[in-house]
């Protein structure tokens, strides 16, 4: 969790972070362990800005489409109760994402980490590709192409044809010996986060391996796929991609520019300005000066103004 308190002006600025993950359950996140690690953090930054009156905040999470009930009905009465908080902007991961990229414009952003998911709005509505986890999409992205690299090893381990010797011997080296891999990987329940631990390797690979890179671009066609799917008709659109993947550089970056070239001829590409945590400040300051353009969605972005004494 990281928090930001700032002022409208934007004169003054502090941040802090937990590097305690909130707690999920059958409810889905957990609005009691999120606000017991946000009151501390906010008391403090507040003493710290000089900041009295918290008017306004906006709440990026990851899952709170598919796993945000409780936060919904719950947060915005604690935010009030604890800290005078009025506004609410309960926001998606990938709006926060979109938002750090684009700001209030349309056009469409690919979202690549451990998952994948691509957001896109023409500014009357949200569309979404993707996001559906590393066992029923995510296609693309760090654990996709973590197990397409797994696999590949496992072929060539068992002579299968699509094998690589190359992804083999660096699977060996961070795994041990193959037959033990699924032992190791099945239980986890971090499995997408031990899939993408091996992009390094693939991402090293992919210059001499025809396999390894052949696994990356099919990934960027993925990624590109999914900023279509999302991006709005207009030649006023533009598109961005974010997130840890691009890190990785030309072995990904190459194939996707060319991929967002084929698919995309219409779209502005541009570099991200931001990341999500700069997207929800965007959001909030927006939020509280009335110059909140965005459009709502009960699933990726809502506005709650709460009474109080």
Do not use: N
């Not at 928090?3 to 957990?30: C, F, H, K, N, Y």
């Amino acid at each position: 969790m990281r928090v930001v308190v700032a002022r409208l002006d934007g004169g003054v600025t502090a941040r802090r972070e937990s590097r305690e993950p909130v707690r999920t359950g059958a409810r889905g996140i957990d609005p009691g362990h999120l606000m017991e690690q946000l009151l501390p953090m906010v008391r403090a930054l507040a003493a710290e800005t000089g900041v009295e009156d918290l008017g306004t905040a906006a709440i990026d999470a990851a899952g709170l489409s598919t796993l945000g009930d409780a936060l919904r009905a719950e947060l915005p009465g604690a935010l009030r109760r604890e800290l005078g908080v009025r506004t609410v902007a309960l926001v998606a991961d990938a709006v926060a994402a979109y938002v750090g990229a684009l700001g209030p414009r349309p056009g469409a952003v690919v979202a690549a980490g451990t998952g994948l998911i691509a957001t896109g709005t023409d500014l009357t509505c949200w569309r979404r590709a993707d996001g559906w986890g590393h066992l029923l999409g995510d296609c693309g992205g760090g654990a996709w192409i973590g197990r397409a690299g797994l696999e590949a090893a496992l072929r060539a381990y068992d002579g299968r044809p699509g094998g690589s010797a190359a992804l083999l011997a660096c699977a060996e080296e961070t795994f041990g010996p193959m037959p033990g891999l699924p032992g190791k990987l099945y239980p986890r329940p971090d499995r997408p986060a031990v899939l993408a631990s091996f992009v390094p390797q693939v991402a090293e690979c992919a210059g001499g391996d025809p396999v390894a890179a052949d696994i990356l671009r099919t990934a960027a066609r993925h990624m590109a796929e999914s900023a279509a799917a999302v991006c709005p008709a207009g030649a006023d659109a533009r598109v961005a991609v974010t997130g840890g993947l691009l890190k990785m550089g030309a072995p990904l970056v190459v194939p996707l520019e060319e991929e967002l070239a084929r698919r995309l001829p219409q779209a502005r590409r541009v570099a991200s300005s931001g990341d999500p945590l700069d997207g929800a400040v965007r959001i909030a300051t927006d939020l509280a000066a009335g110059a909140l353009t965005l459009p709502g969605d009960e699933a990726m972005l809502t506005v709650v103004t709460t009474k109080g004494d």
